[in-house]
């Protein structure tokens, strides 16, 4: 119980660091050189005008930000459900923690460069299940490209919309095409696993030279 509150406080206790650092910047270097004092160096520099933050916020239409907020966290969820599947061949772990470690990692690429966020729920998975830290992140490279596969289609509307060259459309079309059936794999293996893997098998069998060296 003890270890389970102390994950909860330590949870709430870098959430609440990032959510400082995205509204102010501080000065740790002049704080230690004596040029400013504490208040100054750690809320003297606010990210953006908080009068004018009060304002906006005073003048939103909140019916859209609440239904917005729904779909949102709706996705995340799915995003969350899709990743779990994805750890559930190397560990066992519930989809909250998963979403939990998710939104960490979406949060820490919001103030860290080079999206060391990634890196940084990797390392949260690890704490949490006891996952290898390369493992961990192995999924999360594996999850970055099944989004690249499913960008492609909305890629082929866009060129739809807006030509290429005649000469490039052909292997664009097919690139997209190819992407597609990937996608709706992807899809497969996440509920019917077995199945989807016992297509794969067949496909890359009858595929191999040795097959069709063998006249399959």
């Known amino acids: 119980m003890k270890s389970r509150a102390s994950k909860i406080l330590l949870s709430l206790t870098i959430s609440g660091f990032f959510l400082y650092l995205t509204a102010f910047k501080p000065h740790f270097i002049s704080l230690f050189k004596g ?8 809320f003297g520099s606010p990210r953006f005008n908080l009068s004018e933050l009060g304002s906006v916020i005073a003048g939103a239409n909140w019916m859209y930000i609440v239904i917005a907020g729904i779909i949102f966290y709706a996705t995340q969820l799915l995003r969350a459900w899709r990743w779990q599947l994805t750890l559930r061949t190397l560990t066992e772990i519930k989809l909250l923690p998963t979403f939990g470690a998710m939104t960490i990692g979406y949060m820490a690429n919001n103030l860290l460069p080079m999206r060391l ?3 940084y729920r990797a390392q949260v998975i690890h704490q949490l299940t006891g996952l290898s830290r390369p493992a961990a992140f ?7 490209l099944i989004d690249l596969v499913y960008m492609v289609p909305y890629i082929a509307a866009a ?3 807006y030509p290429l060259p005649e000469r490039l459309q052909t292997g664009a079309y097919i690139l997209s095409a190819a992407a597609f059936f990937l996608g709706g794999f992807c899809v497969w293996l996440g509920l019917d696993r077995e199945r989807a893997l016992n297509l794969a098998r067949f496909c890359l069998k009858t595929t191999s030279p040795q097959a069709r060296g063998q006249g399959f």
Do not use: H, P, Q
């Open 35 to 42: 040029e400013l004092g504490m208040f100054d160096a750690f």
């Open 117 to 119: 966020g990634e890196v």
């Open 138 to 144: 192995g999924t999360i490279v594996a999850e970055r």
């Open 159 to 161: 060129l739809i919309i």
